[in-house]
């Protein structure tokens, strides 16, 4: 057709289209031209296109816990499964039967598949999860199925089919997994409008789990992650949407100036950590002078702190910084009957040990039904040949006739089979072969049906016990693969860190006194102190008005600042002493208050607030110090004394709000310090907190007493080292504390401890010295370790003997008579030369060693404790005096 003839066409389909309009009126021009809306298209096709990837694509079935590209991989894999390792490609290539989105992402899906090490057997370069490192191309790595997949998660048999998307295959719609994969494994993704995550889970911790939950017992699990680290699940909200966990890197003090990160929070891999830290080393929240990256098998991460650094604090400042410290929000989101849900995962581990227990109820009926029809037939060859009814067949001359013969020679023995005989069991016993009659042997018949009679009744029998069954089922599967997945994660409490406490010192303050003005940019006014950009402040001015400000490059506080320093909130034990003039009555009064919660950049009045007052003396102290004053008053008739001296410790603290005690009514000249005074607060009450190893003030955890001036707290380890610190609140703690108590210089310590050298067992005698290094009192070999220890005065320990010397009687011995006090790196003396196999602590008696010197009034002694005369013999109760570990 030409153009002409085109042109000529399209101007006779124009006359048409008016010639239509014209008879119909001009009306229903949309039935006309069949005009579909865009909105109503819009609308139909992303409905269906959401659909697609909600069900087909991001979110996982909550029955086989697997994304459809993963059941994919499985099943191909399983096509492919010979018992023999397949090139990745391979399996890539094949897997493109069924999943229809290319080769990347069945590539990336059967990638992170291998890298969880239970479904996948692999084998090359499948990449690092620690540091990121992404695995060889498909064509170098090699790929098949482990021996759990093969168990736990094929079975043709209870397997539903459909076609795959082009028609020309078959696929599952879910496998019959008989295991709580989905969290095990853990999934993430990203759909139109909703979204899943689910955290992985322990192994065993599951089993154990499902276990419970079939014998109607109570459970609680929670994640378990591959990098380790540390979790506080305390918000999990069992996995709905809404909970939040938060989970921490395990960093370990090496000594002062180094630090080692061993494990990772979950969804971080090395290099993105170290990217973090130098980031906040970069912005001065951290002081790191190197990161050394040695990570292989194993996270191992040194990090060398600047001079002058506390290691506690870094630790804290890493954790607030850096991604050291992270928050995850689970959302538990599966397919079920084609429709997107929202389960907990206890929820989640019910429907899967249900159906779990549903599966094995399949495969033990199919297994009876084949059973049965296996020894019908069994039975119907041993009645066709033992009877000879083969006979009957001879003189039939039809194929009818041969069915029928056959037919009514079995009728007398029917009613002794299990189901009726039907015209295929008839023509499966014409194509027994003459050989196999000629050789039929009875007894062995008998016998196979006896077995088969045998294994039908356990069949039976574990159907009627369907539960028990499968709690059997789950022990055997932990039995054999549980041994690798011990818990990796663990569960802990995080204290709160506040950043403001461990931030490290980045920026200087300076301040305009004068004029009123304060922040980091006036370098040539006068310097105040170094801070952090994210520090409060606080600035008293001389009216007595004081505010707490964020530390900015300037900002205006108000004129006659006398007092400038870095805020700390909540502080009660600083201590403010303050001698200021009335305004109104002229009087001066004297104060004594602590500043603890405020409102930031809002104006708070340390004075009455009356115009004209003024500050005629402060003090800032830090441990709540009461220092002695001299007032010089001016000169007026009938005063005789023109000074006097006042003791602030004579002066009740009371809250900010008051407005004190009168000092004088006289005019004052001049108020100076006339000697620095002692704390009046006392102690501090330190209390250890076992949950997140940390030290506190509010009153959680063991008691270990006030602290002052050079205390130290005495540190003793389960791996037989002891250590004394300080008692700042930002120090960490081992996790395998034996005795945390405040230091008591002359305390004897005697202990027992397997020397993994020698392989005998030693006892020694020694006092702790002050010293913040670790100390071992026991060696360090890989197989020693402590057996028991106690503070005892006369510890007393019943030994028991085995191998060759086992029927030698126990011996008791007296520790304080066998061995003397000497330095806790003695070896000590051996505790038998016959081959010990236990030593249990006795209860212990002190001795009557005659009455002491002169006691302190106020100590605590074993006879003021059980109210006894001193020197009079009591028996103490071994809770309160001793520590023992298994051997």
Partial sequence: MDEKDEIQNGEELDQADETALENNGGENTEELYKVAHISGMYKDWFLDYASYVILERAVPNIYDGLKPVQRRILHSMKRLDDGRYNKVANIIGHTMQFHPHGDASIGDALVQLGQKNLLVDMQGNWGNILTGDRAAAPRYIEARLSKFALEVVFNPKTTAWKLSYDGRNKEPLTLPVKFPLLLALGTEGIAVGLASKILPHNFNELIDASILYLKGKPFEIFPDFPSGGLADFSRYNDGLRGGAIKVRARIKKIDKKNLIITELPYGKTTGSLIESIIKANDKGKIKIKKIDDNTSDAVEIHLTLASGVS????????????????????????????????????????????????????????RLNELEDAWHLSSLEKIFIEKKIYRKIEECE????????????????????????????????????????????????????????????????????????????????????????????????????????????????????KEGFIGTSLKKDEFICECSDIDDVIAIRKDGKYVVTKVADKAFVGKNIIHLAVFKKNDTRTIYNIVYQDGRTGKVMVKRTAISGVTRDKEYDLTRGKHGTRIMYLSVNPNGEAEKIKVMLKPRPRIKNLSFEYDFGELAIKGRFSMGNTLTKYAVHKVTLKEKGVSTLGGRKIWFDEDVFRLNVDGRGKFLGEFSGDDKILVVTKRGTFRTTNFDLSNHFEEDILIIEKFSPGKVFSVIY??????????????????????????????????SLTVVEYPRFEISFGGKNKDRESEIVEVAEFIGVKSFKAKGKRLSSYVVSDV????????????????????????????????????????????????
């Fill in 311 to 366: 290691a506690d604090k870094t630790i804290d400042a890493l954790y607030a910084f850096t991604d050291c410290e992270l928050s995850i929000s689970p959302n538990s989101c599966v397919i079920r009957d084609d429709k997107p849900e929202f389960p907990s995962v206890t929820e989640l581990l019910k429907v899967s040990a249900d159906h779990t227990q549903g599966l094995l109820s399949q495969e033990l009926q199919i």
């Fill in 398 to 513: 039809t194929w009818e006739a041969v069915i029928e013969a056959i037919d009514t020679g079995l009728k007398p023995y029917k009613k002794l089979l299990l189901r009726k005989v039907t015209r295929e069991d008839i023509i499966h016993l014409t194509e027994i072969k003459i050989k196999r009659i000629s050789k039929y042997d009875v007894k062995k018949a008998d016998e196979h049906i006896r077995d088969l009679e045998e294994e039908m009744e356990e069949v039976k029998n574990n159907l009627a016990h369907i539960v028990e069954f499968t709690i059997d089922y789950y022990r055997k599967i932990k039995k054999k693969y549980g041994k690798p997945w011990a818990r990796k994660t663990e569960i802990r409490s995080f204290d709160t860190i506040v950043a403001t406490k461990v931030v490290a010192v980045n920026t200087k303050l300076f301040a305009n006194r």
């Fill in 754 to 787: 397997y020397d993994g050298t020698n392989k005998y067992f030693y006892v020694k005698r020694f006092e702790v010295e002050a010293t913040e290094k670790e100390q071992h009192f026991i060696n360090d070999h890989p197989d020693s370790k402590l057996v």
């Fill in 840 to 887: 249990h602590e006795l209860e212990p008696v002190v001795k009557n060693e005659g009455l002491p010197e002169k006691p302190a009034e106020d100590a605590e002694t074993p006879e003021k404790k059980k109210g006894l005369r001193p020197g009079q013999e009591i028996e103490l109760d071994p809770d309160d005096t001793q520590m023992t570990l298994d051997l």
